[in-house]
């Protein structure tokens, strides 16, 4: 029974094509996620450059709406969602004591799935007419003015769907059937829980968009007219579908942020988190309410006022559960004994940046003051208040924490410093002022803008610039530990850290947990 | 399970097919987009044979893969706790199906309840409507369009209700043979399986004919409107789940046939069958009833 002995990995290129290790998946999805940063962050460096002066330089509003669209699409689908993947790849076999996830295979072809369908949606900046200008909500009827692109856009999102709906099931089915058996649920450490919650998200809205998409697809070559009043349809239903899936999917953004969070916080602060059950609870709550509110992002667009007000209080009510997880996170610190290292620091970060995002949500909500911050840089301001310090952060939080624990090797904490500083800097240079420039009325997706906003776009565009350089510094770090520069990692790595993960030796080796460990 | 010796779980080598199969993906969605944007020259045209080339490799990896999954399963390797993955694994699946259909009735109810009443006035679009399209009358179904597409509905007796009738008694047939499985009796197995099967060809044939029956006395086609849309899109999408439905099933009949797979107490393949066509069966009630009926 050759099939059931240990088998270490192939050597080559076959290791990383064909592998069904978790590990070695944990790791395509990072490096892919990587990759990725930095062609999503080459775009954001082209729209800080138009943006750099009023007028325009450099591109033209054609393709500078190509880039705003691509560099969303490309960040919230190819670069936090796998590296959210790659986390729960790597670590949620560890944290459960499980062999590897429920079905490797299966594994795999979720991965290849992803730079197959990035491969297909950036290549479609080269077909005649450019890619998709519509911005990443893909509304129509603007986002049927796209090119020849435009099947090719809706199938990539379908590849992306399905690549992210048979990672979701595979987490779930690993979670709920993998523990070691004496994990009881609510034993399961926070990242688990938070995946978990993520992955039911993820089944439940990826296949409605996979709906949305393809009735644009057949409004565009069938002559369906569901988004076409000629018809009986209405463009207004779109919205409807497509924030049914967009508003959960911030969430699936950032619940696994919270989840990375949830355990660095108590590793620095070495107390146990405070309120374990309760941010169970919590990011149960978020995820129930997220599926409720998806109007709030269509208060322009002509609701009934039942429904504006139904909009409005539902989404105020997600403040409830954030804020029990904010104060459980300061609680967790509270005459805690801290230390401040790089993941650490980020983590911190988080905690207050990401509230302050939150905070610009909450204003959002009410409907009445939407009115006003509607398509202006205030939105895009909290939005990227809440992923860059918010969900990026967390990942690289994540990294820099368990990157000792993946190579061996512990990366150089001056550097991370650096790094921490330049990053958390520069972040708020480029979109605290954004606030300013929304609330006096500069609008988004537009190359242009009135003279008065000249200073700060500046002001703005050379922090970006600064923010999108810091990022080689991150690059660098990684590579480091990959390439074996550095101490070695103890197997416990960080002195307060608590879970199955730091029983392993650093790096973790190629099969852990044959049999199921036993939790202290 | 707490003081039983554990049985090891099977993972498996590193497989080609995962990456093959992704690769087979790729080249179904880039040939058809080529095709349909017609990217390509006409006289030598690209995306039918890219299309082509990506659902032959699809067929082979599902030929592939699944074939080394059966052979591991024969050869014992997977204990029933890697069953129980795949049990779980399979709901979430039908579950994430569901919520697909889930997106395509949200459109329907919304039609009907929202933009179709909203185009004739209703809520506080009194001027818009009498502005925009002060002939149009608001009903369901949609027979004539505010741009003046008309139509004429299908009706549910008739074909539609045999198709019911035809679809729910497939579920019974198919519940007959997993008893029959479960009680060993093979020969039973075998006929109501190849039954379940027979309905579901029989169902497509007649869906088929409907459509050809809409299409050619109805003048309701899938450009005829929100109704048509709608209707066919369901339909359609339903039809092709009937289709892989049967086809999983034809293989699993096969597979009892051919090479007298599955036991009374082993055989998840034939229950994911099941599941699935029990699945297609209930969609099919609520499209019957939403789309044909109300």
Redesign the interface.
Known sequence: ?S??TH?GP?TGI??W?????HKDIGTLYLVFSLVMLFVGGAMAMIIRLELFQPGLQFVNPEFFNQMTTLHALVMVFGMIMPAFAGFANWMVPLMIG???M????????S???LP??A??LVSTLF??GGGPASGWTLYPPLVLQTG?????V???V??LG?SS?LA???I??TI???RT??MPLLKMPLFVWTWLITAYLL??????L???V??LF?DQ??????FQ??????P??FQ??FW?FGHPEVYIIILPSFGIISQIIPTFSRKPLFGHDSMVYATASIAFLSCIVWAHHMFTVGM?LAGQLYFMLSTMLIAIPTGVKIFNWTATMWRGSLSFETPMLFAIAFLFLFTFGGFSGVMMALTPADIQYHDSYFIVAHFHYVLVPGAMFAAIAGVYYWLPKWTGHMYDERLGKIHFWLSAISVNLTFFPQHFVGLAGMPRRIPDYALQFADLNAFMSIGGFLFGLSQLLFLWGVVRCMRGIGDKATDRVWEGAQGLEWEVPSPAPY?TF???PVVK | ??TTT?Q????????????V???A??LI??G??TW????DQPEARRGPVILAAGALLLVVTLFG?FGKVID?SQ?G?YSD?LD???R??MS??I???V??????F??LF??RV???P??DGA??NEMTAEI??PQFEAAWP?LK???G?ETQAMPWSGLPLWNTLILLASSVTLQVAHVAIERGNRARLKLFLAITVLLGATFLFLQGYEYMHAYRDLGLR??S?????TF??LTGFHGLHVTIGALILLVVLLRIVIKDHFTAERHFGFQAAAWYWHFVDVVWLNLFIFVYVL
Not at chain 1, 102 to 109: D, E, T
């Open positions: 029974m099939d059931t088998h192939p076959r290791r094509l064909f592998t069904t290790n499980a062999p590897d429920a079905l490797p295979r299966l594994n795999n072809f991965f290849w799935i197959f369908a491969l297909m077909m005649p020849d692109a435009f099947p090719f809706i199938f990539s379908h590849l399905i709906i979701a099931i595979n779930i089915v709920m059937n993998m058996p004496d089944i439940l809205v990826m296949p409605v996979a709906g949305a393809t009735m057949t070559f069938f002559g369906t007219s569901f009043a000629a018809g009986g349809g209405d207004v239903l409807h579908i049914f009934p099969h044959d049999t199921p | 399970m707490t554990h090891k779980y099977y993972v498996p080598h590193d497989s080609a097919w995962p990456i199969g992704a690769l993906l790729l969605g880039y058809a987009a349909i944007s017609q990217l893969w591991e050869r390797l706790q129980r993955s795949f779980q694994c979430w699946f579950f994430s199906e919520m697909f259909f889930l997106a395509f949200g459109a919304y039609a929202v933009a179709v909203w185009l809520g506080n925009l399209w949609l369009t505010p741009g597409t899938l450009d409107g929100v109704y048509g849309n066919y899109l």
